[in-house]
């Protein structure tokens, strides 16, 4: 038995916000209430005092596990960057029991083989690892994978994260068959027409930088097309990584028109700006970029209103190497699942945008939710995922369990020390 005392339980599924004690046996919580003492659980329960482990949580906050749900592991094909295993060290270090993993792997998941091979490899870590399947076989934008054949091997949704769907009647047809399978369908939203050169921003700092750049346009205009298209078909939509203030907007509205639709929004998007390409390089380019300070301020906006349902990292691992070339040749992307709370807290809670309750519904109830999981919650009869943080406890960004280091946060103080994570009642990290 684990017997955890003294906590803070913040629960963003129920809104629980007090000092309680939380008891768990096997894979479950059995108890979470206030004053569970010793004895009390060792009458309830029939256990021997020498058979509870109690963790001292006075002044830490004890909540459900975090889950993302836009992670790459680069495992099958790029595991030089990351790998399963190294991705849900990566996970359980920033309190994260539950990943869903993209499917731009190589090759691509397109296929039930290679769903299979991860899930198997999934299965074997500490944490909950689930894989998305392609909207299209090869991620190519022409013909639509086996939607149906994913779905039944598990696919826990589908995406061509990492390239958009040009095609505008290929979407419709896998929209539509995403709401028969009643799964989402998750975009990546850039219009290569509308891009010069991608991971920064057409603005300021490129033409400083005399790079191309991503217009805004990139995003909005597929954005628009899309909203309008889930609107039409009653998908389950998730606008990937939003980065612009028009989409934003475009996802508002839609939400006020009754579609089912979703946004995300990273770490990184609402913490920097593109300023941060000037003093960390390539660690300050993705896909989609970082933009101006109002769009990082429309997406703060955002989430407090409810229009973005989600924070998830985009964890994205590259090679040292990869990321040493120069600014117009390394790969975007940063890490981020180590770093995703404490960037939480810093930027949204502690300036008072948000409590830190919905900050963790955004970052474990509602991901959760979106991909048809029963969110967690710290409650009797819940599954016993469970992070253990200190709010305003700080730490220093200076290692990382992935197997890669391209953050442009490293050095950077953050609060939200994750002390426990516990994934099916085991203790899976403890810092």
Same mark, same amino acid.
């Given at each position: 038995?684990l017997l955890?005392k003294n906590g803070r ?11 309680a004690?939380?008891a768990?046996?096997?894979n #479950?919580?059995?108890e979470a $209430?206030?004053d569970?003492d ?9 256990v021997?005092?020498? *058979?509870?482990?109690?963790i ?7 909540a459900p596990?975090?889950? +993302?749900t836009?992670?790459?592991f ?6 030089y960057k990351? *790998?399963?295993?190294?991705g849900?060290a990566?996970a359980?270090?920033? !309190?994260?029991?539950?990943v ?5 792997t ?6 039930v083989?290679?769903l299979?091979y991860?899930q ?9 690892v =689930?894989q998305?399947a392609?909207?299209t076989v !090869? #991620?190519k934008?022409?013909e639509?994978?086996?939607m149906?054949? %994913?779905e039944e ?5 589908f995406?061509d994260?990492?390239l958009?769907?040009?095609?505008e009647?290929?979407l419709?047809e896998a929209?539509?068959?995403?709401k028969? =399978? *009643?799964?989402?369908?998750? %975009?990546?939203e850039? +219009?290569p027409?509308f891009?010069?050169?991608p991971g920064?921003?057409?603005?300021k700092v490129?033409?400083?930088?005399g ?5 805004r346009?990139? $995003? ?5 097309r899309?909203?309008a298209?889930a609107?039409?078909t009653?998908?389950t %939509? ?5 980065s612009?203030k028009n989409?934003v907007?475009?996802?508002r509205?839609?939400?006020?028109m009754?579609? +089912?639709?979703? @946004?995300?929004?990273?770490?990184h ?5 593109e300023?941060a390409?000037?003093?960390y ?11 101006e300070?109002?769009?990082r =301020?429309a997406i703060?906006e955002?989430i407090?209103? !409810?229009?973005? +349902?989600?924070i998830?990292?985009?964890?994205a ?5 990869e990321?040493?070339k120069?600014l ?6 940063i890490i981020g699942?180590e770093t995703s709370?404490g960037l939480?807290?810093k930027? %949204?809670v ?11 519904e955004?970052m474990?109830?509602?991901?959760a939710?979106l991909y048809?999981?029963i969110p967690g919650?710290?409650e009797?009869?819940a599954? @016993?995922?469970i992070?253990?943080f200190?709010?305003?406890e700080?730490w220093?960004?200076d290692?990382f369990?992935?197997k890669?280091e391209?953050s442009?946060?490293?050095g950077w ?5 994750v002390h426990?994570t ?7 990290y403890q810092?």
């Amino acid at each position: 038995m684990l017997l955890i005392k003294n906590g803070r339980v913040v629960d963003g599924t129920t809104g629980r916000d007090e000092i309680a004690d939380v008891a768990i046996i096997g894979n #479950m919580i059995v108890e979470a $209430e206030k004053d569970l003492d010793v004895e009390k659980v060792k009458a309830m329960y029939d256990v021997l005092e020498s *058979d509870i482990q109690i963790i001292d949580a006075t002044g830490l906050v004890v909540a459900p596990g975090l889950v +993302d749900t836009h992670v790459h592991f680069r495992d099958p094909g790029f595991t030089y960057k990351e *790998d399963i295993d190294t991705g849900a060290a990566a996970a359980a270090r920033g !309190g994260f029991t539950t990943v869903v993993c993209m499917a731009n792997t190589k090759p691509v998941v397109d296929d039930v083989n290679v769903l299979k091979y991860i899930q198997e490899k999934g299965e074997k870590t500490p944490i909950h690892v =689930l894989q998305t399947a392609t909207v299209t076989v !090869g #991620m190519k934008g022409e013909e639509l994978v086996d939607m149906e054949a %994913l779905e039944e091997a598990g696919a826990a949704g589908f995406t061509d994260d990492g390239l958009p769907i040009l095609n505008e009647a290929i979407l419709v047809e896998a929209m539509n068959k995403a709401k028969e =399978l *009643d799964l989402p369908i998750s %975009l990546h939203e850039e +219009d290569p027409l509308f891009i010069k050169q991608p991971g920064v921003n057409m603005g300021k700092v490129s033409k400083q930088l005399g790079y191309g750049g991503a217009s805004r346009a990139a $995003e909005d205009v597929m954005t628009a097309r899309d909203v309008a298209l889930a609107l039409n078909t009653g998908a389950t %939509l998730c606008i990937q990584h939003i980065s612009s203030k028009n989409s934003v907007e475009f996802v508002r509205a839609g939400k006020k028109m009754g579609g +089912d639709i979703h @946004a995300e929004a990273t770490p990184h998007h609402f913490t920097l700006t593109e300023d941060a390409v000037l003093e960390y390089g390539t660690n300050a380019r993705m896909n989609p970029p970082l933009r101006e300070e109002e769009d990082r =301020l429309a997406i703060i906006e955002g989430i407090k209103d !409810g229009t973005i +349902d989600m924070i998830v990292t985009d964890h994205a691992p590259h090679s040292t190497e990869e990321k040493s070339k120069p600014l117009g040749e390394a790969p975007s992307g940063i890490i981020g699942l180590e770093t995703s709370l404490g960037l939480g807290i810093k930027s %949204l809670v502690q300036p008072g945008h948000i409590s830190l309750v919905k900050l963790m519904e955004l970052m474990s109830a509602n991901p959760a939710k979106l991909y048809r999981l029963i969110p967690g919650s710290i409650e009797k009869e819940a599954p @016993a995922d469970i992070v253990v943080f200190g709010e305003n406890e700080t730490w220093k960004v200076d290692h990382f369990a992935s197997k890669a280091e391209n953050s442009p946060f490293v050095g950077w103080e953050l609060p939200g020390k994750v002390h426990y994570t516990i994934c099916g009642g085991k203790i899976v990290y403890q810092g």
